[in-house]
């Protein structure tokens, strides 16, 4: 029986590894189940590979929590240097790389309210590897300049030793340039287009004249997230867990 | 001094004008001291998320009592936006004090200590920094061109949290959870319900004693079965997922809403 090719989500998953690849300590938000994935497919694969020990916190897990105190600790964790990435999303992502997690309008009274800031207006600062993640591309999130920053891509004159690494979204993964404030596209993924991409974004950046694909997970690599990974991450994202594996028999 | 008592005289601390430090969903969430309240009606609440809340701050702020919200986000998390907020959020119905987690916590910790301020790095370049006039930026003063935002205390009038167990001294076992401590620490009164109250003090081996917030800090404890119910208790049960689906369905209007809280507050009767 032949390996039936990696779905997108297994994509996203596996791309996410790649992007953690060197990290020891990673935090994921409460519902975050793909970027969870994308650290238990690297613990998982370095264990195998013999390479660094990888921890993960997934915040508010009482399983996959090692932190003893209280929520002040991702925090101070962080500020330490102790957390060497962690990922962001946001309601509106700019093109450099400032993100809105509050809502669209003129703030106080807005058109669309999100939930709120979070700790995106600390961490974005603190852990130097910060991935943004959003699944959905689509010119509404991702704009030329947001409505509201609920913490910005870039900063000078003060202490800052985190902030963007990458962007990853359904339809590609961009790197992000601190001096040049740009994002640059690095890849689409399976099926989508340079121009594609282009009319998705509200935001300018930089291409390279031939867009490469996406790279796709390796056998070993999609053996481990179909099996081990799997059975992790639906302690924490049943629901999740059974959407995926019914993508995988589509 | 953690003196034990009924629900309702539990919630009877809770008055007029005072601000209320709620914890985040998965620290031990007195919902049915919150139907208590909201039976009450007390005005004009100042809520302090600690650092961010769910069901139990949206129905406050359905319920009109709250006139100044203090978060970092409010959020019914896998069941979506928390409807009462975001409507009332959008409108600008209350106050709102935007925030980011770090920085809460940052303002409890100095109301622990007794010092009027805390500094906390990020933020700067933040549209923050102009939602919150009351933070401000400084330069450190033992090193040249270092600005850091520091952020004014906070010393919540009441905290209000539940717990798995209290003893009858009125020490309360939260274990890992330590901002309920800082928030007892640094809070005028702090209420507690419990899930069981028992004979033996908390205090009576180290072991028992590690993750237990002393009597001293405890103003009231009132004991509930479920106290947490739709939201769960760590070490004793999961949330109801279905009942906050439910709610999140039901709290989309302003009449929904109404008709779910009627149910909620009608249940702790029938649970009283």
């Known amino acids: 029986m032949s390996v039936r090719p990696a779905t997108q989500r297994e994509i996203l998953i596996a791309t996410i590894a790649d992007l953690l690849s060197g990290v020891r300590t990673v935090a994921v938000g409460a519902s975050s189940p793909i970027p969870a994935a994308g650290a238990m497919l690297l613990r998982a694969r370095n264990e195998i590979r013999g390479r660094e020990r990888v921890r993960i916190v997934v915040l508010g897990s009482r399983e996959h929590n090692f932190f003893t105190n209280g929520a002040v600790e991702l925090f101070d964790c962080a500020a330490q240097g102790r957390i060497d990435a962690f990922f962001l999303g946001g309601g509106q992502i700019d093109g450099q790389a400032n993100i809105n997690l509050v809502g669209t309008g003129d703030y106080p009274v807005s058109t669309v309210r999100w939930p709120g800031s979070f700790g995106s207006a600390f961490l974005y600062y603190v852990v130097p590897r910060v991935i943004l993640f959003r699944e959905e591309h689509s010119p509404r999130v991702f704009v030329d300049k947001v409505d509201f920053v609920s913490a910005p891509g870039t900063s000078e004159g003060i202490v800052r030793n985190g902030g963007p690494h990458a962007l990853l979204t359904g339809m590609a993964l961009f790197g992000f340039d601190k001096t040049r404030k740009r994002f640059d596209l690095r890849s689409a993924h399976r099926g989508v287009s340079a121009v594609d991409v282009k009319a998705a974004t509200g935001f300018d950046y930089d291409a390279p004249a031939s867009v490469p694909m996406t790279a796709e997970p390796d056998a070993e690599t999609l053996a481990l997230l179909r099996g081990r990974v799997t059975g992790e991450l639906a302690e924490c994202y049943p629901q999740f867990v059974g959407a995926l594996e019914a993508e995988r028999a589509a | ?272």
């Open chain 2, 1 to 272: 001094m953690g003196e034990i008592v009924s629900l309702d005289e539990l919630a009877a601390n809770v008055r007029d004008g005072m601000s209320l430090a709620l914890p985040i969903d998965h620290s031990g969430v007195a919902m049915a001291a919150t139907a208590a309240i909201i039976a009450r009606r007390p005005r004009n609440l100042h809520i302090i998320c600690m650092p961010t809340s769910g069901i139990q701050a949206d129905m406050l702020i359905g319920e009109g009592l709250a006139a100044t919200v203090e978060t970092s986000a409010v959020t019914l998390g896998e069941a979506g936006a928390a409807p009462r907020f975001t409507e009332a959020a959008r409108s600008g119905a209350f106050r709102l004090m935007e925030a980011t987690c770090p920085a809460t916590l940052a303002g409890l910790i100095a109301g622990q200590k007794g010092v009027p301020f805390m500094p906390i790095r990020g933020i700067i370049g933040s549209d923050l920094m102009k939602a919150r006039p009351d933070w401000a930026v400084i330069n450190n003063p033992f090193a040249p061109d270092d600005s850091i935002v520091v952020v004014p205390a906070i010393c919540p009038d009441v905290s209000l949290f539940h717990a798995p167990e209290a003893d009858r001294f009125g020490n309360v076992r939260i274990g890992r959870n330590t901002e309920l401590a800082t928030m007892a620490y640094a809070s005028k009164a702090t209420l507690v319900t419990v899930e069981r109250i028992i004979e033996t003090s908390l205090l009576a081996d180290e072991q028992s004693a590690a993750g237990v917030l002393p009597a001293l800090y405890v103003t009231a404890i009132a004991q509930v079965t479920q106290g947490a119910w739709p939201l769960g208790l760590w070490g004793e049960y999961e949330a109801d997922t279905a009942e906050i689906a439910r709610y999140a369905r039901m709290a989309k209007s302003q009449d929904g809403f109404a008709a779910y809280m009627q149910g909620f507050v009608q249940r702790l009767k029938a649970v009283a």
